[in-house]
T-cell receptor, first 114, second 116 residues
Framework: DAGVIQSPRHEVTEMGQEVTLRCKPI?????LFWYRQTMMRGLELLIY????????DSGMPEDRFSAKMPNASFSTLKIQPSEPRDSAVYFC????????????FGPGTRLTVL | QKEVEQNSGPLSVPEGAIASLNCTYS??????FFWYRQYSGKSPELIMS????GDKEDGRFTAQLNKASQYVSLLIRDSQPSDSATYLC????????????????FGKGTKLTVNP
């Protein structure tokens, strides 16, 4: 079975541009998570969906960040406008049930904002 | 105090030795604890979960939990160079009082190097 799929794997953009990260969770998984990882802050949960509904977005840093899950097989994380401090690795993960079931991580998107 | 704390390391051990990784957490009511391994440039993967006080063994890995001390550890016996990675401790917390939900909170990780 395919694991969690993320695209693009690498993204380099200039400050002020819009960035869209994409994720396809494992088929049949009910929960999807977006994380951000930096050396300074470690792995942080940004937002968590269950059955396509946002459950917890308390980790979304500010209004420049938004996430959607229009169906069970696709989610996007958008940053508009992007800033250099958004540079990080963004992981998408999915789990069969709730947030505390085993989470399966995608390969990540390395974002660099110049 | 941060919710989940780990020594960042690096922790360096010789091949065949026991590696000991430690984690403390602040939420006294936490009931679920996890260890994830992350190789350089890769994504985290779950290697152990523990829910009760005491030890849980899985092959060369042993997770230890002491809820009274709010402490969880991971022991790796007969360490191999292939164990070289960053180990992330994750704790289930109740975030409802902060406008969130039940979720995993990760420590920053301890980098382990096993020298041949």
């Amino acid at each position: 079975d395919a694991g969690v799929i993320q695209s693009p794997r690498h993204e380099v953009t200039e400050m002020g541009q819009e960035v869209t990260l994409r994720c396809k969770p494992i088929s049949g998984h009910n929960s999807l998570f977006w994380y951000r990882q930096t050396m300074m802050r470690g792995l942080e949960l940004l937002i968590y969906f269950n059955n396509n509904v946002p459950i917890d977005d308390s980790g979304m840093p500010e209004d420049r960040f938004s996430a959607k899950m229009p169906n069970a097989s696709f989610s996007t994380l958008k940053i508009q406008p992007s800033e250099p401090r958004d540079s990080a690795v963004y992981f998408c993960a999915s789990s069969p049930g709730l947030a505390t079931d085993t989470q399966y991580f995608g390969p990540g998107t390395r974002l660099t904002v110049l | 105090q941060k919710e989940v704390e780990q020594n960042s390391g690096p922790l360096s051990v010789p091949e065949g030795a026991i590696a000991s990784l430690n984690c403390t957490y602040s939420d006294r009511v936490s009931q679920s604890f996890f260890w994830y391994r992350q190789y350089s440039g890769k994504s985290p993967e779950l290697i152990m979960s523990i829910y009760s006080n005491g030890d849980k063994e899985d092959g060369r890995f042993t997770a230890q939990l002491n809820k009274a001390s709010q402490y969880v550890s991971l022991l790796i016996r007969d360490s191999q160079p292939s164990d070289s990675a960053t180990y992330l401790c994750a704790v289930k917390i109740n975030g409802w009082t902060q406008g969130g939900s039940e979720k995993l909170v990760f420590g920053k990780g301890t980098k382990l190097t096993v020298n041949p």
